[in-house]
């Protein structure tokens, strides 16, 4: 099946079995604090992290967000291919399953591929099913996408 292009396609063009793009991310630091300060309840302070200093930094936690940063590049992929709006419209949505942890200096393949497409009360809706690979090819999160086409 064909691979789906960033923000070109149409519903009509659409067919099940479409691969999308792969999406590669490395987590950061950055990324990491980001997610630990949205997850912090109000009035405690976020426990944060430096960068690592090389790769024998051991002040580095190798601890996992508990799957946020996973979900967000997840929906960054469906809105490089579908565009901002198609998760947000009502009837859009995004369901991820973490299985494996994705630590600080881990890198990711992001993926998926078109379940089906329908035409539900006047909306074109396009099923997903969405896949995340760790550098060793095993899976750190499985999802599903239901994302509405203008």
């Known amino acids: 099946m064909p691979t789906l292009r960033a923000r070109g396609t149409t519903f009509d063009a659409i067919q099940p079995g479409d691969n999308l793009p792969i999406l590669i991310k490395e987590e950061s630091p950055f990324s990491f604090n980001l997610c630990r300060s949205l997850l912090t309840p109000e009035g405690e302070t976020p426990r944060l992290v430096k960068p690592p200093t090389g790769p024998d930094d051991k002040d580095t936690p190798r601890e996992d967000n508990g ?3 996973v979900a967000a590049y997840m929906a960054e992929l ?11 419209r009502p009837g ?5 399953e973490s299985k494996l942890p994705f630590r600080i200096g881990d890198v990711a393949s992001f993926s998926g591929q078109v379940a089906a497409k329908r035409d539900e009360g006047g909306k074109h809706l396009v099923d997903l099913e969405l896949n995340a690979s760790n550098y060793q090819g095993k899976t750190i999160a499985s999802g599903r996408a239901t994302v509405v086409m203008a």
């Open 92 to 96: 859009g949505r995004l369901q991820v």
């Open 67 to 69: 799957g946020m940063p």
């Open 78 to 88: 469906l809105e490089k291919v579908f565009g901002t709006r198609a998760l947000t």
